[in-house]
């Protein structure tokens, strides 16, 4: 069993940045690989950025956000981060963190995920 937490979520001016971290208990945390998600109002959840398992710790990112936002993971301590720079109105959306073991496709769809976190709210204002 894993249980994710996000942080770091919070209001910003557009042009901003702000950085999310996802804190995973439980074992082999770098046998998952990892999913950053995010869902506005009336919205359907939508993939932000992946990251894979293994040691090349390839890395995934929606159209929208790439060149913009960043993942990265530290094994050693458990986490998961998005890195969000030069944030837009359109970013607004409760970010949700997203784990599955050994996941080597289907990065982008949220039911490839089993683990999730509670999500962390982001508000950009223009």
């Known amino acids: 069993q894993v249980q994710l937490v996000e942080s770091g979520g919070g209001l910003v001016q557009a042009g901003g940045s702000l950085r999310l971290s996802c804190a995973a208990s439980?074992?082999?945390?770098?046998?998952?690989?990892m999913g950053w998600f995010r869902q506005a109002p009336g919205k359907e959840r939508e993939f932000v950025a992946a990251?894979?398992?293994?040691?090349?710790?390839?890395?995934y990112y929606a159209d929208s956000v790439k060149g913009r936002f960043y993942i990265s993971r530290d094994n050693a301590k458990n986490t998961v981060y998005l890195q969000m720079n030069s944030l837009e109105p359109e970013d607004t959306a409760v970010y949700y963190c997203a784990g599955a073991r050994g996941l080597a496709s289907n990065w982008y769809e949220p039911m490839a995920y089993r683990y999730w976190g509670q999500g962390t709210q982001v508000t950009v204002s223009s």
């Open positions: 990251i894979s398992w293994t040691s090349v710790s390839s890395t």
């Open positions: 439980g074992r082999a945390f770098s046998n998952y690989a």
